[in-house]
Nanobody, 119 residues
Framework: QEQLVESGGGSVQAGGSLRLSCAASERLFRTAVLAWYRQAPDKQRELVAAINSGGTTTYADSAKGRFTISRDNAKNTVHLQIVDLKSDDTAVYYC?????????????WGQGTQVTVSS
């Protein structure tokens, strides 16, 4: 069964750090592009960062400098490290896998993990 399971969210004070994790099933991880998105209240979901199977990373302009995406190939897990958290980082963070299977490319989303930053 395919799955993406996010963890690591929580409530933190501004200036703090969090490390989000997304554990993926094999098919959703091995050759996939894995990405973190976030959706703040009353806002559209937006890309934060992505990493491909070769380890090449892409960041939204708003994420450069404070966010780091990485993947642990031994554990089928992708991480998002966030430092110097700000109130604007408050959102539900989602993991997404864009994977190739059976001749098609498809997307699979996790259920999300809440990050709340208090000032």
């Amino acid at each position: 069964q395919e799955q993406l399971v996010e963890s690591g969210g929580g409530s933190v004070q501004a200036g703090g750090s969090l490390r989000l994790s997304c554990a993926a099933s094999e098919r959703l991880f091995r050759t996939a592009v894995l990405a973190w998105y976030r959706q703040a209240p009353d806002k559209q979901r937006e890309l934060v960062a992505a990493i491909n199977s070769g380890g090449t990373t892409t960041y939204a302009d708003s994420a450069k400098g404070r966010f780091t995406i990485s993947r642990d190939n031994a554990k089928n897990t992708v991480h998002l490290q966030i430092v110097d958290l700000k109130s604007d980082d408050t959102a539900v963070y989602y993991c997404k896998s864009t994977y190739y299977s059976g001749g098609i490319i498809d997307d699979y989303w996790g259920q999300g993990t809440q990050v709340t930053v208090s000032s």
